[in-house]
């Protein structure tokens, strides 16, 4: 069993940056993919990134693309999200994922996290 838990949001103001971390533990870390997801209030929840498992290879959706930077620290078990040039849109619950496939869509993970606020102001 795999346990994720997210740390990291908060409120700031748009232009902003926040940093979101996604602390591991059970399995070893380095074997998960590990994706970011978010979900705005009434919305759906969609695809913000994903690394692979060495952190060699990273994907961004265009909404976030140039503006969110992941990275992972395989000896601390850890992900992180830096979010950059904060928008207003960018409010959402913020929740980090591991599994076995490079995925942008919910299925293609098998554990989750309890997710974290991200509230950006105008």
């Known amino acids: 069993q795999v346990q994720l838990v997210e740390s990291g949001g908060g409120l700031v103001q748009a232009g902003g940056s926040l940093r979101l971390s996604c602390a591991v533990s059970?399995?070893?870390?380095?074997?998960?993919?590990m994706g970011w997801f978010r979900q705005a209030p009434g919305k759906e929840r969609e695809y913000v990134s994903v690394i692979n498992e060495s952190g060699s290879s990273i994907y961004y959706a265009d909404s976030v693309r140039g503006r969110f930077t992941t990275s992972r620290d395989n000896a601390k078990m850890t992900g992180y999200l830096q979010m950059n040039s904060l928008k207003p849109e960018d409010t959402a619950v913020y929740y980090c994922a591991a599994g076995q496939f490079m995925a942008t869509t919910e299925r293609g993970y098998d554990y989750w996290g309890q997710g974290t606020q991200v509230t950006v102001s105008s």
């Open positions: 059970g399995r070893t870390f380095s074997r998960y993919h």
